[in-house]
C-alpha cells in the first residue's frame, strides 16, 4: 500500500466466525508477532491503549458491530516517511482453543518533506 506524506490511510481486514477481538499492530516481518499494539477492536468497542509517542493522536479504528462477520478498520493520519512499517491485522476467535488469523501489509510512503 502507498499513501502520501500527510495524509491518512486506512487499511481494511474482513473477519467471519465469532470474533472476540481485531487487532492492529506493527510487525517486523509481516508475522502475527506484534512489536506493538495500536488498536484492540473488542465485540464492545474499541480498547484505549498505550502508544508509542509518535503514534499519539494519529490512529483509531472501527469494526463492523455484526460480531459473525465483517471487516475492521484502522486508519493513520497525518501519515511520516517513519510510518514506512509492516501493519498487521490479527482476529482472535471467542473460543480459546480455535487459531487467530492475520494478515499484513506493508506501506510505503511517498512525498516530500515540507520545511
Known sequence: MTGL????????CSF????RRVVWGITSDG???LDYELVSLHKA???ALVLPSEYAGR???SRS???SSGHA????????KGDEKFYTCLIRPT????????????????????V
Do not use: Q
Not at 506524506?5 to 481494511?12: E, I, K, Q
Not at 467471519?16 to 470474533?19: H, L, T, Y
Not at 478498520?73 to 511520516?80: A, D, E, G
Open 5 to 12: 506524506v500527510g495524509s491518512t490511510v486506512n487499511f481494511t
Open 16 to 19: 467471519s466466525g465469532d470474533v
Open 31 to 33: 508475522s502475527h508477532y
Open 45 to 47: 468497542g474499541s480498547v
Open 59 to 61: 490512529v483509531n479504528g
Open 65 to 67: 458491530s455484526n460480531s
Open 73 to 80: 478498520i484502522f486508519r493513520l493520519s497525518n501519515i511520516r
Open 95 to 114: 473460543i480459546p482453543d480455535e487459531t487467530s488469523h492475520y494478515d499484513y501489509v506493508r506501506l510505503f510512503v511517498e512525498g516530500r518533506f515540507i
